[in-house]
């Protein structure tokens, strides 16, 4: 017969023998990886929200299915502009529960909070160049963006070289010592070039200086949305505004409008053909040769590449709305884009989201596919620079110097506090309504009044639906 002590040392063995393998069967594991056998029976239901790389994500989820046998990962692609209606209804879905989805920084994450996980020991949180980049709720990280973008005024080199060369040009050939961007550094001479252009189209065979500024939902939000950034950049930097304000005042609002004026008078398309343009309209515009200037970001070189323009024929430049100081401005630089892990999903499906995420960011091929196949900006440890021209473009002008001392100041991602969707389809709703108002001139009385009427929409309407967002009377 066995001792008591001799039964006791057993008994201990087995309890922490039994210990071990709940803790690890419970994930407590703090490595990510593809020996870590934790994931086993769970899935991967990824909530995409970029509608452009649908069949890129497609791919990518094939890829980790063959190169992991027996996982599942499943992606889905909501429409543009369905995004939230179809993840409300996902998330109700015991059988289809998303386990990795998009929200649009902090109002997003107000919307959510009820089903994002702490992603302290997430490879997305882990893999972070900068950790301050990710959202968190009382320390803890809840929502990590997955790509940083820019966007400003994307241009045609080999269009702006054409028109420097002409004669009484209003800039100088590049090989004259300046570049487009160290001579275009205001609105003022960013107008002064515009207005030429449009004057001497037909000498430059194109439609004119700026492509069509289209208000269907597939370019409107170009508008409503990034170009209103910058009037709410300078007034929230001007009082020291952070995160979101209950309400603000005009300040920049006629800003708003010079270089809005500018961009459909000195266009490929008359304002009242407006309403019918669309994003994909823009895009060829510009990538066939017909427009010198199109708003839009780095995400937009897919389209671009695809209609046909050249990498080394497109750059950018900041948007200037006449602000002070603005020639010491760089590019808006941000990222709506934060990837959260559902908190509300079984352990077994976070764990193999979580195993997704580190093949995703530490492998050769997810790592490819994030910074060039998608063509992201990421803002992850150890990953290739991007092939994406506009990236390099955006990234360079970031790094250049004011006066050959101070490093230029990117233009902040404020528009992430706009108070609704609402309030961004009244700006824009009431931008079109300006635009066909200024066929009789900019200064005409029709206009005036329409421009009154979105001033209002966006300053009292701030307020409106920021006390609708927060239940307030």
């Known amino acids: 017969m066995m001792s008591r002590s001799v039964k006791s040392i057993i008994a201990l063995v087995v309890c922490a023998v039994l210990a071990a393998c709940a803790f690890t069967a419970f994930g407590f594991s703090k490595s990510f990886g593809a020996n870590t056998d934790r994931s086993a029976g769970g899935k991967v239901i990824f909530f995409n929200f970029k509608p452009e790389g649908k069949d ?14 027996g996982a599942y990962i499943d992606v889905k692609t909501p429409q543009s502009g369905d995004y939230e209606d179809e993840l409300r209804a996902a998330v109700k879905n015991p059988d289809a529960m998303p386990t990795l989805f998009q929200i649009n920084g902090p109002v997003g994450y107000a919307n959510w909070k009820d089903y994002t996980a702490d992603l302290s020991n997430s490879p997305l949180y882990k893999q972070l160049s900068n950790p301050n ?12 963006p997955y790509v940083t973008e820019n966007y400003g005024l994307i241009y045609n080199k080999a269009l702006l070289a054409r028109y420097a060369d002409l004669h009484n040009s209003k800039l100088a050939p590049e090989e004259d010592g300046k570049s487009f961007e160290d001579q275009i550094t205001s609105f003022k001479k960013l107008k002064e070039v515009a ?16 492509a069509s500024a289209g208000f269907d939902s597939s370019s409107d939000w170009r508008f409503k949305t990034h170009l209103a950034n910058m009037p709410l950049y300078y007034q929230f930097k001007d009082y020291g505004v952070e995160g979101q304000p ?52 780095t995400w937009a070189w897919g389209d671009l590449a ?39 999903a079984s352990k077994e499906d976070q764990q193999a989201t979580n195993d997704f995420l580190y093949w995703l960011l530490t492998s050769d091929y997810g790592k490819k596919a994030l910074a060039n196949t998608l063509g992201f900006a990421t803002p992850f440890e150890n990953f290739p620079d991007a092939e994406n021209p506009l ?30 969707n609402g309030w961004k389809d009244d700006v824009g709703s009431d931008l079109l309504t300006y635009a066909q108002a200024t066929k009789d001139g900019m200064t005409s009385i029709g206009a005036e009044k329409a421009w009154a009427t979105l001033k209002t929409a966006f300053v009292d309407g701030w307020a409106k639906e920021y006390k609708i967002a927060h239940g307030r009377s």
């Open 391 to 420: 990236v390099n473009a955006a990234t360079k002008y970031n790094a250049r110097k004011y006066n050959g001392k101070d490093k230029v100041e990117p233009v902040k991602w404020v528009f992430i506090t706009m108070p609704s």
């Open 306 to 344: 695809n209609a046909g323009i050249k990498s080394d024929d497109v750059g950018m430049l900041p948007i200037y709305i006449g602000a002070n100081g603005e020639e010491k401005q760089g590019m808006a630089t941000g990222s709506e884009n934060y990837w959260c892990i559902n908190k509300k």
């Open 133 to 144: 980049l990710a959202i968190k709720d009382n320390n803890k990280p809840v929502a990590v």
């Open 246 to 297: 209950q309400s603000i005042n005009g300040k920049y609002v006629d800003n708003f409008r010079k270089i809005f004026d500018l961009y459909i008078s000195d266009s490929t398309t008359p304002v009242n053909q407006l309403s019918t343009k669309t994003g994909e309209d823009a895009v060829y515009e510009f990538a066939l040769g017909k427009a010198v200037f199109y708003q839009n970001g």
């Open 56 to 69: 890129i994500w497609v791919e990518v989820a094939n890829e980790y299915k063959r190169t992991h046998p």
């Open 195 to 210: 207005d030429d252009i449009q004057q001497r189209k037909d000498e430059l065979g194109i439609d004119g200086a700026f």
